[in-house]
């Protein structure tokens, strides 16, 4: 006799396998005028454009790596942003890149999640709502590829960060590990 109960759906592990295999077309709907996106896995980014996402993450975190106890390992961060998993979405304007998101489907805590690794804007291109669109774009493509969940780590005292994840986008906080 078979019991009765939940049906059971793809493990999440299933999911993440299914999510990594797809390509799915990145919605433009949420960019402020002028702006365009690209989507990249891992193995189509030129080596100029890692160095160039490294910088930006080195620019704007550095110091608040090097104040926590983590430290700043420009190594570690590399081999992260050129994993082979990694995804990326490419903001540009006029030619030139604007910003970037990098993230990776994953399990965390047994659950299938879209990780966001980095989020960035060029200053030029800040307070135009472009973090906004880069965030609310990939909770899009999260959604296409049947993932339910996006994460990220951010540092409690990146005020503009924080305000943009809690007050804009209302994430909410899931564990709150302040490392010192
Ligand atoms: C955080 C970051 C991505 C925001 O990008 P952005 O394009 O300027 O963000 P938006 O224009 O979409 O702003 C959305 C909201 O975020 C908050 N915000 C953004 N910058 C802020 C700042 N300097 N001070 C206070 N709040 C800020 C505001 O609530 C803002 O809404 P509002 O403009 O209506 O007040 C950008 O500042 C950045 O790249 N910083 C360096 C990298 C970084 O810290 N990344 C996050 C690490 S996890």
């Given at each position: 006799m078979r019991r009765r109960g939940r049906r059971r759906g793809p493990s999440a592990r299933a999911l993440v396998e299914r999510a990594r295999s797809l390509d799915i077309e990145i919605p433009?709907?949420?960019?402020?005028?002028g702006y365009s996106l690209q989507g990249m896995r891992s193995s189509e980014v030129p080596s100029e454009l890692v160095d160039w996402m490294l910088s930006c993450v080195r620019d704007a975190l550095q110091p608040m790596y090097t104040s926590s106890s983590m430290g700043w390992n420009e190594e570690t961060k590399r081999n992260e942003l050129t994993a082979s998993a990694q995804q990326f979405i490419i903001a540009k304007i006029n030619g030139a890149n604007a910003g970037f998101v990098s993230y990776m489907y994953d399990l965390e805590n047994r659950e299938a999640v879209l990780y966001v690794y980095e989020l960035y804007v060029a200053k030029t291109s800040r307070r135009s709502g472009l973090g906004v669109a880069l965030m609310r774009t990939t909770e899009d493509v999260a959604r296409a590829a049947g993932i339910p969940k996006i994460m990220l780590t951010t540092f409690v005292d990146n005020a503009p960060a924080m305000r943009l994840y809690?007050?804009?986008?209302?994430y909410v906080n899931q564990f709150l590990r302040v490392i010192l």
């Amino acid at each position: 006799m078979r019991r009765r109960g939940r049906r059971r759906g793809p493990s999440a592990r299933a999911l993440v396998e299914r999510a990594r295999s797809l390509d799915i077309e990145i919605p433009t709907g949420y960019l402020p005028d002028g702006y365009s996106l690209q989507g990249m896995r891992s193995s189509e980014v030129p080596s100029e454009l890692v160095d160039w996402m490294l910088s930006c993450v080195r620019d704007a975190l550095q110091p608040m790596y090097t104040s926590s106890s983590m430290g700043w390992n420009e190594e570690t961060k590399r081999n992260e942003l050129t994993a082979s998993a990694q995804q990326f979405i490419i903001a540009k304007i006029n030619g030139a890149n604007a910003g970037f998101v990098s993230y990776m489907y994953d399990l965390e805590n047994r659950e299938a999640v879209l990780y966001v690794y980095e989020l960035y804007v060029a200053k030029t291109s800040r307070r135009s709502g472009l973090g906004v669109a880069l965030m609310r774009t990939t909770e899009d493509v999260a959604r296409a590829a049947g993932i339910p969940k996006i994460m990220l780590t951010t540092f409690v005292d990146n005020a503009p960060a924080m305000r943009l994840y809690r007050d804009k986008l209302r994430y909410v906080n899931q564990f709150l590990r302040v490392i010192l």
